[in-house]
């Protein structure tokens, strides 16, 4: 029968990979080609070149290819399948023919949980402000694997001051620590936040697409907050789509700069975005807004 390896890129692949060990089966992936389905489907035939069938890149035409070799081959022993994008059709076909073994990508809370455990398995000890840095970032579930190995070579502390230069998404990740001093009407600190970021690299349209989201997420929190004056954390991460840890945040800064502030804010937004597209400086358009945001 076929098993077919789904969801997230980097949790299916370990998923299969962990399959094929336990199956005695070399872990490896072997790209998609009717040829690569009638050597695996016969036992012995690959020896220590078998593996599992990787359909991750696979197009349609490729899979018309392939649609009627995996169907004879369901018929024989197991076939393990990576395919971890795989359209509906393709996974109903898997089902009608064997099994789908879904890993989905983590989510909100538990992408918080997957950093965590991810941590704990490396021994890294860090406080709940480097997990939160880690699982509100952009990376995806391959890229947090891979900056929490970076964080397992760095001497303890682990701080966020110490792991937020070691981290390849600077933009989204410091949005919060941007939102906060001007949330305080702090706008040197807000200032050499960004500054440092620009020195970094950072285009200043996406430092502002961060803040933009953030602040669009707290004209939603306002709307909640009209119904539901006493929301949980958890009731606003729903809301919203964001971690607890994030929900919590954003409390915090609707509470210090309050509706009015929070539109005024999306109205500067939009109107410095709007400059930087038809030919201001967007360095010094974005230095000037983050003044006029901490007012």
Do not use: C
């Amino acid at each position: 029968m076929l098993i077919a390896f789904t969801g997230d890129p980097y949790l299916a692949r370990q998923a299969a990979l962990k399959e094929a060990r336990l199956r005695g089966v070399p872990p490896r992936l072997i790209p998609a080609s009717p040829e690569a389905v009638a050597a695996l489907a016969q036992p012995g035939l690959f020896g220590e070149e078998g593996g599992i069938l990787d359909l991750s890149e696979l197009d349609e035409s490729g899979w018309k290819a392939l649609k009627d070799p995996l169907d004879r081959a369901a018929e024989g022993p197991d076939l393990l399948l990576y395919d971890p994008r795989a359209p509906s059709g393709r996974t109903r076909f898997y089902k009608n023919r064997g099994e789908v073994r879904h890993s989905p990508t983590p989510r909100f809370r538990e992408r918080t949980v997957f950093v965590q455990n991810l941590l704990k398995a490396r021994g890294v000890k860090a406080p709940a402000a480097v997990v939160h840095l880690l699982a509100e970032s952009e990376a995806d579930t391959e890229g947090l694997v891979r900056e929490v190995e970076k964080l397992a070579l760095l001497p303890p502390p682990i701080t966020p001051e110490r792991v937020r230069p070691l981290l390849g998404w600077p933009a989204a990740a410091s949005a919060f620590d941007l939102l906060d001093p001007l949330a305080r009407r702090e706008p040197g600190e807000a200032l050499a936040i960004a500054r440092d970021l620009l020195a970094r690299g950072e285009p200043p349209l996406k430092v502002m697409g961060a803040l933009s989201w953030h602040y669009a997420r707290l004209v939603e929190l306002g709307f909640l907050l009209e119904e539901r004056p006493k929301p949980s954390e958890e009731e606003v991460a729903r809301a919203l789509g964001v971690a607890p840890f994030s929900a919590r945040r954003l409390l915090a800064a609707y509470r210090r700069l309050g509706a009015a502030r929070v539109e005024r804010a999306l109205e500067a937004l939009v109107e410095a975005e709007l400059a930087i597209k038809t030919g201001a400086d967007p360095e010094a358009r974005l230095l000037a807004l983050l003044v006029r945001l901490a007012r």
